[in-house]
């Protein structure tokens, strides 16, 4: 009997690696196969409440998704012959708290698997990796057999969704958090205001939806089925309302809040802007004081997210600001900021809330219990650790930026700047958050900008942090893409829609053929190609593309090491060098497809090359001479610039075939 506690990482992985992210803190294989048929059934043991038993409805409905099985099966009364026990000691709070226990043990056997588990959220932990663990062998669905000890290492596991620069329905909300419970994240972090759109109702000051919205909000009771739907699945909703800055869509309603007279409008493009409250107002507490009081009420949890970033500071600069300052002895901006933070705080805490905000609300004075929220690093995060308030870690996990999963995953909220931390310091990170700034995301590709790279960063939350192989990150990550796409995510599924909608009546694989070796631009360099606002449709091939190549990654890593077999290798090529054929027609008579032309000819320019050099390699042709060298470098060096907004990625397969046919 074998165990896997978390030893896979630093090695090479295996065949034999348990296909769940994230991997559980001790794996245990014990042999045999638990077998899922039409006769599966869910018992819950102990104590028992709603939420469990629509937990255990979603069992049942999720395992026909995967198997495509009907299951006619309901609660069953009977634990010895149920096919799955689910048993809780007691309840967990009403209000889910951070900290609480979602530890979980998960036994199969032949005859039966076992959930244990000291409160309902370590049942909805447990019940994840039981779905994910369910497969195919020659015999039909099962689970192997397995002992599984797990419990996550950081309390705060989060996703912070911007769906105020585009916004996104209840139904995006929702599938979002049913793919965040499946990878064992417990907090929305609900950015619901910026200078694009105020996204909530409020009966206090309802100039915010008809002013500051374009109609497109939540209703309090959609935000309420939201939060309770959330907590169903174990986690919590943690609302943003960023102030003083990003506020151009408030001031849009009430411009007396401002500190210019106005007027404003919501802004359209993208970036950071002038518009800002005014601490010097009076009335701009009062008016947070109901608008607080009011959002408090909707939102249980505990913690309340006030922004507080990236204020340029442009309209302070006016006489008015300058001479409250003096005459309150606030030597610059950032003592003003912190002055208006410090007026703010008691406001929040007024209405039993722990007050968030990011980096730039760290100042001197403020109360212990605030929360930091770091966008710019683990040297942030661990000053703020040093000065005694606890934080969260975001800046390595920006979705967005479209960088690939392994950056993402090896980023570690605990890390050289963290170790000289004293114990106590340390324990006052509580975790991290992944991070969705929807500039260029729509409800229809926001899944594919999420999924399934933010299951990557959900293991390096809950595992043990030795877990760092990074091959077998990618290959659990595949398997968990497809199972993700049984819970209704459209990571998979639109992306089918949109290739189709590129290729319109032409051939879709030609056009997919270069999507799925393509990525977007890295960072916040798209709208240097295109000036981009609110109404841009996004429809185009970078919005297709997937952040990450998968395809081209698998390419380069087994062309560099020598292990893709010369016949597929060749297979490849030809069909690589050819596509342009198929795809050229298309691309001349629809405009959609024009960034696609310089990114099909360079794809067929490098496969030409490779081809060649594969040719010299298998001694089918003489060594090439260095000008063909030179020709073919250079060639492969414009290939892989950006065009446009994408960049080709095969292109270092292409230079290690080029270096071997130099050596050969």
Known sequence: MKTIALMLCGTAAFAADPHLMPLPASYTPSGGRLAIDQGFRVALGGYREPRL???AARVIDRLARQTGMPLPGSLSKDATTATLVMETREGSAIVQRLGEDESYDLTITTRQARITAVNPLGILRGMETFLQLVDQDPKGWGVAAATIRDSPRFPWRGFSFDVSRHFMPVEVVKRTLDGMAAVKLNVLHWHL????????????????????SDGLYYTKDEIRDVIWYARDRGIRVVPEFDIPGHSTALLTAYPELGTLPGPYRIERKWGVFDPTLDPTKEEVYTFLDGFIHEMAELFPDQFFHVGGDEVN?????????????????LKDQGEFHRYFNSRVQPIVAKYAKRMMGWDEILAPGLPKDIVIQSWRGQ?????????????????PYYLDLMHPAAEHYLADPLNEDTKSLTPEQRARILGGEAAMWSEYASPENVDSRDWPRLAAIAERFWSPQNVRDVESMYRRMETTSR????????????YRVMLQRLAGDGPVEAVRTVADLVEPIKGYTREQTVNYTQQSPLNRLV????????????FNLAVGNGTMDHARLRQ????????HIALDPMIRQREILSEVQPLSAALTEAATIGLAALDSIEGASPKPDASWIARSKASLAE????????VLMIVPGIESLVERAAAH
């Open 543 to 554: 919005d297709t593309a997937r952040p990450e190549s998968i395809p081209a990654r698998e």
């Open 193 to 212: 205001s910026d200078d694009q759109g105020f996204r909530v109702e409020c009966e206090k000051y309802p100039k915010i939806q008809e002013l500051a």
């Open 53 to 55: 038993e629509k937990a």
């Open 483 to 494: 199972w993700l796409d049984t819970l209704g995510l459209t990571h998979l599924s639109n």
């Open 379 to 395: 040297k942030s995060l661990a000053e703020a650790a040093r000065l005694g308030y606890s934080g969260i870690l975001s800046a």
């Open 572 to 579: 490849t090529l030809v069909a690589w060098r050819d596509n």
């Open 313 to 329: 500071g442009e309209q302070w600069k006016t006489e008015h600001v300058q001479s409250f300052m003096k005459a309150h002895g």
């Open 639 to 646: 290939a892989k610039k950006r065009k446009g907004d994408l």
